[in-house]
């Protein structure tokens, strides 16, 4: 399949900001409405109570990830979360506990830029017995340049979707025995507007032919899509009890946007005060598709505002998501299911 490559290639300010890469049906002054008018989760649904249901939260220490799984807790779950800064985890899960949730959280260490790290706190998960109701792919980074991970892969390939289909797969068997009908386990994929941008290159998913850091981080949300309706379409052929979800939470004002050039940095500044949500509306959908009762049994969606929304037209290409499937058990060390 041929895929046009010529939208993704530049850097330019305006997509790092996501103002323009949106869906093409959808206008700036849309997606620009769309964000002013949001609001959080409390203002447009009651989520149910969620006790005795466990969660695993990637990159849970700060930002949406951390509101995840703050408002998880909330709801009664047992919270794990899941990150790289022991002092951040700590700090995180202490300010969790001093709220007064109905749930509890702990943290635990895995280096999402590490296969070795990430088969370890699978491991010492799988140890402790427990069963697997929510996982959160939340973990990730942005527009950084050109590096790879400890495995050699190209640095936003590696972290924020080869981890995740590896973590994904490891926890799966899990996650299938402890959904049962009417009250299905859930996975939840966090991707981003620059996936209608992306382009799954097969033959160089590495970039190593030509580099973009725009490039490649639109790829790694666009796989994640990929990854989330191939992953649904097996689950649902089998009669598995666990639903997989995409998010796209919007442009919300975190530390990714560290990375980005100063002068970006700075014009960023006054436009995120009006424009950006916070951390907690960023992290509104992702506890939707978590905990929602209108969410129950329903997968295969690409979620915005919570809302079902059309993602890229390329993400439903059957094709490109089985050989993107086949290619990331070769890459992370998988049998194809």
């Not at 996501?18 to 964000?35: D, Y």
């Not at 050109?146 to 797969?169: A, I, K, M, P, V």
Request: overall charge neutral; glycine content about 8%; some cysteine.
């Amino acid at each position: 399949m041929t895929v046009n490559k010529s939208v993704t290639e530049d850097f330019h300010p305006s997509i790092v900001l996501n103002l323009i890469v949106t869906e093409p049906r959808q206008s700036l002054s849309e997606r620009l409405c769309n964000v002013l008018m949001w609001s959080p989760l409390s203002s447009y649904t009651v989520l149910p109570k969620q006790n005795g249901r466990v969660a695993i939260v990637t990159g849970g220490t700060r930002g949406i990830g951390f509101e995840t799984a703050r408002h998880l807790a909330s709801l009664g779950m047992h919270v794990i979360i899941a990150g790289n800064e022991r002092e951040e985890g700590a700090a995180a899960v202490r300010k969790i506990h001093e709220e007064g949730t109905e749930g509890t959280a702990e943290f635990v260490f895995v280096d999402m830029t590490s296969l070795k790290s990430v088969r370890h706190f699978v491991r010492l998960f799988r140890d402790r017995g427990l069963p697997l109701h929510v996982l959160v792919n939340n973990a990730g980074t942005m527009m950084v340049p050109e590096r790879q991970t400890e495995d050699g892969f190209e640095y936003h390939l590696g972290l924020n979707y080869l981890s995740h289909f590896l973590l994904t797969n490891l926890l799966l068997d899990l996650l299938k025995r402890s959904g049962k009908p009417g009250c299905c386990s859930r996975i939840i994929n966090m991707s981003s507007a620059t996936h209608y941008a992306g382009v799954v290159d097969m033959e160089d998913l590495n970039r190593r032919i030509q580099y973009s850091s725009h490039g490649a981080y639109s790829q790694s949300k666009l796989a994640l899509v990929l990854f989330t309706y191939y992953l649904q379409e097996q689950l649902t052929a089998s009669s598995c009890s666990v639903t997989v979800n995409a998010v796209d939470p919007g442009m919300v004002d975190t530390a990714l946007y560290d990375n980005l050039w100063t002068l970006v940095q700075l014009l960023k500044r006054p436009v995120a005060k009006i424009l950006f949500r916070t951390p907690a509306e960023g992290a509104s959908t992702a506890v939707y598709a978590a905990a929602a009762s209108e969410m129950e049994g329903v997968g295969s969606c690409y979620l915005y505002n919570g809302q079902k929304t059309q993602s890229a037209g390329v993400s439903y290409d059957s094709e490109l998501q089985a050989k993107l499937w086949k290619k990331s058990c070769q890459l992370v060390g998988l049998q194809e299911a």
